[in-house]
């Protein structure tokens, strides 16, 4: 049974910064590509940063471009961790951020994404 659970969010003040985490089981997502997305209160869920099965190529949204690193370790065979490094962050990045993998299309179509974690919250202070 595939698995996504995030962590890491949390309360944080403007300019700081937080690393969340995803981990994944339950799939081969070493052949995976794999994504953040983030949903603000009101709005809907969007792309954030994605990554391919070999973490070589790296997409990000222009919001985060600069601020947030995606990152991936496929050294464990059971459980693999997906990484979003958040700095400077703004009151603006306050969203509940998900994890997904296996996608069949364009990163930024959420339609194109199998799996989905949980979601964890990131509120950003001003």
């Known amino acids: 049974q595939v698995q996504l659970v995030e962590s890491g969010g949390g309360l944080v003040q403007a300019g700081g910064s937080l690393r969340l985490a995803c981990a994944a089981s339950?799939?081969?997502?070493?052949?995976?590509?794999m994504a953040w997305f983030r949903q603000a209160p009101g709005k809907e869920r969007e792309f954030v940063a994605g990554i391919n099965w070999a973490g070589s190529s790296t997409y990000y949204t222009d919001s985060v471009k600069g601020r947030f690193t995606i990152s991936r370790d496929n050294a464990k065979n059971t459980v693999y961790q997906l990484y979003l490094q958040m700095n400077a962050l703004k009151p603006e990045d306050t969203a509940v951020y998900y994890c997904?993998?296996?996608?069949?299309?364009?990163?930024?179509?959420?339609?194109?994404?199998?799996?989905w974690g949980q979601g964890t919250q990131v509120t950003v202070s001003s």
């Open positions: 339950g799939g081969t997502f070493s052949s995976y590509r």
């Open positions: 997904a993998a296996h996608n069949s299309g364009e990163y930024a179509n959420l339609g194109s994404w199998r799996y």
